[in-house]
């Protein structure tokens, strides 16, 4: 079955600065990558999604990059900021969302 | 999105009983999914619930552990029975709306 690897398990980076995850995913026919940021004590929320048909894609200040020969995908946050403290899960699944297949996180802190 | 929502929020159970867990959609779906957290952990497909049907369970997740109901298309429950510490984990029903996963608000249970 699928396998997602996700570092770093922890980043700590200064405000203002960028902020990059990397996941790699071990099934060539997955299809369908999003990443969720999870704030302490709550549910994960999903901030930004990718499919197989497209190598990158921009949300504001996120942005996701998908390599499919590689079998990688990165979450790029720039201009970081203090709210964007949390744990980032990234996913991948061969069925769009169902059955999604989380990497193991990663626990980012801001410092003002 | 949807509005899901779960009761319990969160409950401490003794070692040998079992919870059940509600989660209501506002919106009609044909499966729900439930995941669980252990602590300080990733998220892990329990199960997929069919309105009609069996739940289908995931790799070393069994129905006599975790049997779950989906009376309707806005309604699910997952048991989790005979419980131990180590059930201990938030356990998180979600669906797929617009194409993406969305989670509950999340059941925090902790066994003694």
């Known amino acids: 079955g699928e396998n997602v690897e996700q570092h770093p398990s922890t980043l700590s980076v200064q405000e203002g600065d960028s902020a990059v995850i990397k996941c790699t995913y071990s099934?060539?026919?997955?299809?369908?990558f999003p990443w969720y940021k999870q704030e302490l004590g709550k549910r994960p929320q999903l901030i930004i999604d990718?499919?197989?048909?497209?190598g990158e894609k921009k949300d504001q200040r996120i942005a996701v990059t998908l390599n499919k020969t590689a079998k990688h995908f990165s979450l790029h946050i720039t201009e970081t900021q203090p709210e964007d403290s949390a744990v980032y899960f990234c996913?991948?699944?061969?069925?769009?969302?169902?059955?999604?297949?989380f990497g193991q996180g990663t626990r980012l802190t801001i410092n003002p | 999105s949807a509005v899901i929502s779960q009761k319990p929020s969160r409950d401490i159970c003794q070692r040998g009983t079992s919870l059940t867990i509600q989660c209501q959609v506002d919106?009609?779906?044909?499966?729900m999914f439930w995941y669980r957290q252990q602590p300080g952990q990733s998220l892990t497909l329990i199960a997929t619930?069919?309105?009609?049907?069996?739940?289908?369970?995931e790799s070393g997740f069994v129905i006599d552990k975790f049997p779950i109901s989906r009376p309707n298309l806005t309604f699910s429950t997952l048991t989790v029975s005979n419980m131990s510490p180590e059930d201990s984990s938030i356990y998180l029903c979600?669906?797929?709306?617009?194409?993406?996963?969305?989670f509950g608000s999340g059941t925090q249970l902790s066994v003694l």
């Open positions: 619930a069919n309105q009609g049907s069996e739940a289908t369970y």
């Open positions: 996913a991948a699944s061969k069925g769009g969302a169902q059955k999604l297949v």
């Open positions: 979600s669906v797929v709306l617009t194409g993406a996963l969305f």
């Open positions: 990718i499919r197989s048909n497209v």
């Open positions: 099934d060539s026919a997955s299809n369908y």
């Open positions: 919106s009609q779906v044909t499966m």
